[in-house]
């Protein structure tokens, strides 16, 4: 008999399977003991009668600790009293390596513990479902992306220069040519793509020398950069209002033991599926804070306090759009409408989410994105393959880059995104 996955026991009631995994909890009364299994595709209590087993297997069993690995045969049944949930009559029971001193116990341990202990604490039951959300998040956009005929192009790590601004790069010693930097964001190269393949992203690791100690930044975080050739600013976000929505969808829909065991309350996340979301320009947005009574001054950036007063109402999803050129980076398409600003946006999420996505149509034209490349005081040498793009076919083109921890922070409700990414870099951890 092969393995059965817990996942799969509604198809084997009444049947005999064999179950292999971890013991996450034991509880015993007399002659009785239960035994919580988890196997990876989820949990089940296991019922052991000791007149039911040999002598040698209740020992094994008695022997058994949290975390042991162990393999179990027995019985599927439906739970007495819960609809919906399975038990495990044991027959057979075997120890495969008994677990001594787990650090992790159901007592509460502070988070620096658990951090330290990352590489254990991903066993837990609320980590287990943010891994699967975040696997459904990934999933979601990948299928979105590929409906709207979009394919996987991806950019390299190494660069030689910066895409988001020269503050937060990495540098790394590449052999005789000098110093390279870790990428900030793919951006730059699928833009050269899309004259190959049309539309493209990637998605990959980034890397971002964030000196803020925020629950929202990370300083290696995983980025989907999408851009399309032909796509102007209001396509673009259409783009990303459907992918928004098609990641909660697939959410609702496939994650309802994740949610009910992170205990979100999907209610608002219903909502947004209703209605469309809502637009502001920066300019709109800076009035609205200050009337609301935030001391931010136009041509700043907003931060999280004005985000969250910014979206506090709503029940949507905000797309604060054409901000003012000054404060975003030199590949942004300057508004035809109004020099001072660029066609681009911020999508801030509802429920404290914050920035999400961060999007734009590209200059096109050869010469305005020269002189806003030496406006940034950056080389104008080492961007020439860039430029390269406006002086063979350039056409109009527009893209976005969503953060796939903001988007799993929201999504799961969990506080710090630490606890978004396996294992989190941040600016005091490097370990395990
Ligand atoms: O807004 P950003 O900096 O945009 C870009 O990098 C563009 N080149 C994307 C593009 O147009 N293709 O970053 C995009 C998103 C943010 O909206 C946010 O969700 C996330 O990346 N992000 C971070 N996530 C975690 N930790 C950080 N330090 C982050 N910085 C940005
Ligand atoms: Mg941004």
Redesign the pocket.
């Known amino acids: 008999m092969s393995q059965t996955f817990i996942k799969d026991l509604t198809q084997f009631v009444n049947q005999e399977v064999i179950l292999k995994g971890w013991l996450n909890h034991k509880r015993s009364s007399g002659s009785i003991t239960f035994l919580e299994l988890r196997d990876g595709s989820g949990f089940i209590q296991c019922v052991v009668s000791k007149n039911d087993i040999s002598e040698e297997m209740w020992e094994q069993v008695e022997k058994t600790t949290q975390e042991s690995s162990v393999e179990i045969s027995g019985i599927v049944s439906k739970h007495p009293k819960q609809e919906g949930v399975f038990e495990l009559q044991v027959k057979n029971f075997k120890l495969i390596q008994q677990a001594i001193d787990y650090p992790i116990s159901p007592k509460e341990h502070g988070p620096e513990f658990l951090m330290d202990n990352r590489h254990l604490w991903l066993r837990s039951k609320k980590q287990w479902a943010i891994l699967r959300v975040r696997d459904v998040i990934i999933t979601a956009i990948n299928e979105y992306l590929h409906q709207e005929g979009f394919i996987k192009v991806d950019a390299p790590i190494f660069t030689p220069n910066a895409?988001?601004g020269t503050t937060t790069l990495f540098p790394v010693p590449y052999f005789d040519e000098g110093i390279a930097y870790l990428s900030?964001?793919g951006?730059l190269y699928i833009e050269a793509a899309i004259a190959s393949v049309g539309r493209c992203y990637d998605f990959g690791p980034?890397f971002?020398a964030?000196k803020s100690k925020t629950k929202?930044?990370?300083?290696e975080?995983w980025?989907m950069?999408?851009?399309g050739a032909f796509i102007e600013h209001e396509e673009n976000l259409k783009i990303q209002e459907g992918l928004i929505k098609y990641i909660i969808k697939k959410c609702l829909v496939e994650c309802t033991v994740e949610f009910g065991i992170l205990e979100r309350n999907t209610e608002p996340l219903k909502k947004v599926l209703e209605k469309s979301f809502t637009r502001l320009t920066y300019k709109e947005a800076i009035n609205k804070l200050q009337s609301l009574g935030s001391d931010i001054k136009y041509g700043e950036d907003l931060g999280n306090d004005d985000e969250g007063l910014l979206t506090q109402d709503s029940e949507v999803p905000v797309f604060i759009e054409k901000w003012d050129k000054n404060i975003k980076p030199f590949y942004m398409k300057i508004d035809p409408e109004d020099d001072s600003r660029v066609l681009n946006d911020?999508l801030i999420g509802i429920e404290g989410a914050g920035?999400?996505?961060?999007?734009?149509q590209r200059e096109d034209d050869f010469d305005l994105l020269l002189s806003r490349i030496k406006q940034s005081g950056m080389s104008e040498k080492e961007y020439s393959w860039y430029l390269d793009l406006r002086k063979y076919g350039s056409v109009p083109h527009s893209?976005?880059?969503?953060?796939v921890?903001?988007m799993v922070r929201w999504m799961t409700g969990v506080e710090h995104?630490r606890e978004c990414i396996p294992f989190p870099r941040t600016i005091n951890r490097l370990k395990p």
């Not at 929202?216 to 300083?219: I, K, V, Y």
């Not at 920035?355 to 734009?360: A, K, Q």
């Open positions: 895409c988001e900030q964001s951006q980034v971002r964030e929202r930044h990370l300083s975080f980025m950069d999408a851009e911020d920035e999400i996505i961060g999007g734009s893209g976005f880059g969503i953060g921890e903001r995104i």
